[in-house]
């Protein structure tokens, strides 16, 4: 059974970075983009970044120039470099990986940005 497994989330004060990861195993089919949503308590589930599988990136305007996607094919990982957090970045982070059939989700981590 496929499993997304997350880490690095945590507690950070305002200005701080921290680097998510997201491992995917027994996954037997091709990656297409890999992705990172977060939900906010009281707020819709929105998607930060994507990686395409060609390496093409995307972000949320609000994130952009602050953070980093990027992916390693070979260990069926995407990460997510957070840098000068705001406390507006507290949220629950998913990663979402798409194959040619199905997606996936991570289980979440928390991020909690203090000011």
């Known amino acids: 059974q496929v499993q997304l497994v997350e880490s690095g989330g945590g507690l950070v004060q305002a200005g701080g970075s921290l680097r998510l990861s997201c491992a995917a195993s027994?996954?037997?089919?091709?990656?297409?983009?890999m992705r990172w949503y977060r939900q906010a308590p009281g707020k819709q589930r929105e998607l930060v970044a994507a990686?395409?599988?060609?390496?093409?990136?995307n972000y949320v305007d609000s994130v952009k120039g602050r953070f980093t996607i990027s992916r390693d094919n070979a260990k069926n990982t995407v990460y997510l470099q957070m840098g000068s957090l705001k406390p507006e970045d507290t949220a629950v982070y998913y990663c979402?990986?798409?194959?040619?059939?199905?997606?996936?989700w991570g289980q979440g981590t928390q991020v909690t940005v203090s000011s």
């Open positions: 979402n990986i798409e194959t040619l059939y199905l997606n996936y």
């Open positions: 027994k996954i037997k089919s091709r990656i297409n983009a």
């Open positions: 990686v395409t599988s060609g390496g093409n990136t």
